[in-house]
């Protein structure tokens, strides 16, 4: 098998002062993977997290404070000095950090609030493609004045599934996809309940994939296309998670369906958003659904870097993602460069037992491979910590997804075989993993 080094860039060629201090938010396996390309950046000296978690430790300076806690974020990033903000996951964005640190004079590397609302709502983002003409699929909005039975007996005359989406971020438990006609009614219900109103969504077959699009108002980027599974069993069966697994890029993504997707999405939101007041800096992520004939259908708009999508993301990019970030982060992204490995690269969820319900937490973790050090000079598999910690010495589970084996190599085949060949070498009590990641690839 070839190797392929991704991390452990030397830091050559720029002196400390004109070196970046760079704050990430967040503490999940994105949000290591960030770390970890960060940590390698020649143009990066310093990498600081909040929260982190056990392997961001190891690459960066760990702060105890929530990505939630907008305020306390904003202070610490002024207390560092820092040159630029990366921010993981939304619900910050939707609350207004990026807003708050661009009115601080911080580059942040993420949208405003008003933007963020492209995945804060769903009607939001209809909104947005209908203004801008992307295709996606059509819709109802029910409220507590609507004939819930007649709407679904409408939609469901086709004998396609009902998908019943809330209006809210609801940390990826807000769709429901079902032939069932109660528990549809069911979702819609108590959606109405507790938003006052809630989609119906008709159903687009197809296979799915992702695309993050670095983008500020001079330009965008489209990074290599990759596919999550996000059902907690092999055969893509069992309940919905935050994904088990990913891999990229992705063959359903084709040359054809790339040319589509660029001129019928991806150029339309970038003029679109563009036009505003506040333009979108930072990655919108496009959830796609290809149809039998290739032609792509916006899902959802994410705001954000996947998880575990930017895992195997991230390592694809040849060129400085420092630099890149900083670049969107400040509306000059259109003068970066951005160059690709031509390599595949694969990642294998290690959930704790009971995810996605209630999980068992604080449970020691052994094995090899588990500390990821930027100055190692690592090879062709390495470990994302998501929900790890250290206590006591020790490296112990602390969330439901706790971390991923990641492999990268010049098939996907090969970056499989790192990826498992890794990650059963992890021991962890009542760990749960799927065994076929990229199935439909390889
Ligand atoms: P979302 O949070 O909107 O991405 O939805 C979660 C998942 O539900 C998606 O990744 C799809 O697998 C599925 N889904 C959502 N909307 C649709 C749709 N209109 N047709 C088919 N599947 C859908
Ligand atoms: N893996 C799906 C997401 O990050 O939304």
């Known amino acids: 098998m070839s190797t392929i080094i991704v991390q452990g860039h030397p830091r050559r060629g720029m002196s400390d002062a004109s070196r970046l201090v760079v704050l990430v938010v967040g503490g999940g ?13 020649p143009s990066v000296s310093e990498v600081h997290v909040c929260p982190g978690n056990a392997g961001t430790r190891l690459l960066a300076q760990n702060h105890p404070i929530s990505a939630s806690d907008v305020s306390a974020v904003v202070e610490l990033a002024k207390e560092l000095g820092a040159d630029l903000v990366v921010v993981g996951p939304e619900a910050p964005l939707v609350d207004g950090l990026a807003d708050s640190l661009r009115s601080s004079g911080i580059a942040c590397f993420g949208p405003d609030s008003e933007n963020a609302m492209l995945e804060g709502s769903k009607l939001t983002a209809k909104s947005a493609m209908s203004e801008f003409g992307v295709p ?23 004998g396609d599934p009902w998908v019943v989406k809330r209006d809210v971020l609801a940390g990826g438990k807000g769709v429901v996809v079902t032939t069932d006609f109660e528990e549809a009614r069911t979702a819609i219900e108590q959606a109405i309940e507790s938003d006052g109103k809630v989609l119906l969504e008709s159903f687009l077959p197809g296979e799915e994939a992702s695309v993050l699009v670095l983008m500020d108002e001079s330009g965008y ?27 990229a890029p992705a063959p359903v993504y084709t040359d054809e ?3 589509k997707t660029i001129e019928r999405i991806v150029e339309p ?15 919108l992520y496009v959830g796609l659904m290809i149809d039998e004939d290739g032609d792509p259908y916006v899902v959802e708009f994410n705001v954000r870097f996947g998880d575990p ?20 982060a400040e509306g000059r992204l259109s003068s970066e460069h951005v160059e690709f490995r031509d390599s595949h690269c694969l990642t294998v969820v290690l959930a704790a037992e009971g995810y996605p319900g209630s999980v068992e937490k604080g449970r020691r973790i052994t094995g090899d491979g588990l500390i990821v050090n ?15 910690a250290w206590k006591d010495g020790e490296l112990v589970s602390s969330g439901g997804r706790v971390l991923s084996a990641t492999g990268i190599a010049n098939s996907l085949s090969e970056a499989a075989e790192s990826a498992y060949s890794l990650i059963d070498k992890i021991q962890l009590e009542g760990a749960q993993f799927r065994r076929d990641i990229g199935h439909r690839a390889l």
């Open 29 to 41: 396996g994105r949000e290591h993977a960030l770390c970890i390309a960060l940590a390698a950046s």
């Open 136 to 158: 996606t699929a059509d819709y109802l909005i029910l409220d507590a004045d609507s004939d819930i039975d007649s709407a679904l007996s409408s939609y469901s005359e086709s």
């Open 221 to 247: 980027v489209c990074l290599p296309a990759s596919q999550d599974h996000k059902r907690l069993e092999e055969g893509d069966k069992g309940p919905n998670t935050g994904g088990m697994g990913a891999y």
């Open 257 to 259: 369906v790339r040319r």
């Open 269 to 283: 939101m970038h003029i679109g958003l563009s036009k505003k007041d506040s333009p979108y800096r930072g990655v």
């Open 309 to 328: 999508e930017c895992q195997i993301t991230l390592p694809l990019i040849e060129s400085d993602l420092a630099g890149h970030l900083l670049a969107c």
């Open 374 to 388: 930027s100055e190692e000079g690592q090879s062709s598999s390495w470990i994302n910590h998501a929900g790890t």
